[in-house]
Structures are given as structure tokens and as C-alpha cells.
């Protein structure tokens, strides 16, 4: 069966820090993975998706970066955090164009 | 552009009684609609989907959802609430962007559930 794996969980980091967000998929190959941001009361906002390794689209301008090194791995980054960062962030995959995501526990960033 | 909308922020219903969460997208052909559930701090999980077909379809945890595309609307139901179905409903709609899904989530209904 498939699973989906992000952490950390939860993260403190002071304004103006590096970040790196990790998510692995095990147990299906070449999926396509998502990056969403949720904040309270605005449901979620697509942030970057994946159809393949090396491949990144980005849905939205802002201080955040992703990459996909390898096939089941998706990385969301900063070099500078901002306080307007802070949120749970989540990681999904799909099979293909299907549009059913699979999410992960999600990781929470407070940003001080 | 596609969009969905979710009236209800927060609803709160009495253990057996039956439920009703509201969803009406926008969308300019036949939609891909979802409904998902999240518990505090958790994930999403999808309860279920519609593509096509019977445009009555049902879901896990004895969820259903009804597509009425004269009313643009997706809404999700159950007939009694149990009291583990407390959690944020989110509504999405799905739309075929290259090689793959866009998917658009409304802001969420957060159902609470008092004995």
C-alpha cells in the first residue's frame, strides 16, 4: 500500500531563518506531488506541484521554494522565513490526472 | 477559473441527528468533485468523489453526496452523526491542467457534534 511521510511535524523557527520541509511517498512510483499552505478560515492554497523528477510548478509568487531531487521525494524551502510564513503545511500525491490526493500528517511552522 | 464555496463555517448538530453540508463550485464543464475530511492537526482524507456516472455517490464512514449540476452544488449528507464525525469538511473541485489535476478546496466547515 502507498504511504506518505512529511516532517518534521512541527517547527519554531525565528523570522529571517532557513527552512526545509520534507515529504516521501513509498509504494507507488512517478506520482505527482503537491505542496498546499493552510491557514485558518481560507481553506487551502496550492503552493507548488510536481508531475515529475526535476519538474516544479509554482502556483503562487512567494518566498518559498520546492524541488523533487528524486521520484518520491518533494522538498519545500526558504533561504529567508517571514513571519507571514507561519501555517501547516501540507504534502499530497496523485496517481496521474485523477485530481484524488492523498495527504500527509502535515507539519506545523510557527514563525517568530 | 474554478471555484468552490462552503456558506457554512462552523455547524453544530446533535449526535444522531442528520447532517447536511453545503458546497456550490464554479466551473465551466463537468466538474471532478470531492469531499475531504480533516482532523485537528491532521491530514486530509477523502470521504468521496464524483467524476461521472449516478450523480448520487457514496462514501466512507456512511457519507453521501449528491452532484446537481442545475444548482451547481455538491452537498455532502448523513443521515445520523456520530459523535467521532466532529472534524473540518472541506469541499474541492477538480479540473485537468496538463498532465494533471488541479484541485481547488473551499474554506472548510467545521462541524462540531454535542451529545
Known amino acids: 500500500s502507498q504511504t506518505i511521510h512529511q516532517w518534521p511535524a512541527t517547527l519554531v523557527q525565528p523570522v529571517g531563518s532557513p527552512l526545509s520541509l520534507e515529504c516521501t511517498v513509498e509504494?507507488?512510483?512517478?506520482?505527482?506531488l503537491y505542496w498546499y499552505r493552510q491557514a485558518a478560515g481560507r481553506g487551502l492554497q496550492l503552493l507548488f506541484y510536481?508531475?515529475?523528477?526535476?519538474?516544479i510548478s509554482s502556483e503562487v509568487p512567494q518566498n518559498l521554494s520546492a524541488s523533487r531531487p528524486q521520484d518520491r521525494q518533494f522538498i519545500l524551502s526558504s533561504k529567508k522565513l517571514l513571519l507571514s510564513d507561519s501555517g501547516f503545511y501540507l504534502c499530497?500525491?496523485?496517481?496521474?490526472?485523477?485530481?484524488?490526493?492523498?495527504f500527509g500528517e502535515g507539519s506545523r511552522l510557527t514563525v517568530l | 477559473a474554478q471555484s468552490v464555496t462552503q456558506p457554512d463555517i462552523h455547524i453544530t448538530v446533535s449526535e444522531g441527528a442528520s447532517l447536511e453540508l453545503r458546497c456550490n463550485y464554479s466551473?465551466?464543464?463537468?466538474?471532478?468533485l470531492f469531499w475531504y475530511v480533516q482532523s485537528p492537526g491532521q491530514g486530509l482524507q477523502l470521504l468521496l468523489k464524483y467524476f461521472s456516472g449516478d450523480t448520487l455517490v457514496q462514501g466512507i464512514k456512511g457519507f453521501e453526496a449528491e452532484f446537481k449540476r442545475s444548482q451547481s452544488s455538491f452537498n455532502l449528507r448523513k443521515p445520523s452523526v456520530h459523535w467521532s464525525d466532529a472534524a473540518e469538511y472541506f469541499c474541492?473541485?477538480?479540473?485537468?491542467?496538463?498532465?494533471?489535476?488541479?484541485?481547488?478546496f473551499g474554506t472548510g466547515t467545521k462541524l462540531q457534534v454535542i451529545p
Open positions: 474541492a473541485v477538480g479540473k485537468r491542467s496538463g498532465g494533471y489535476q488541479k484541485v481547488t
Open positions: 466551473y465551466g464543464a463537468t466538474p471532478y
Open positions: 499530497a500525491w496523485s496517481r496521474g490526472g485523477t485530481g484524488e490526493l492523498f
Open positions: 510536481s508531475v515529475g523528477i526535476g519538474q
Open positions: 509504494g507507488t512510483s512517478n506520482p505527482n
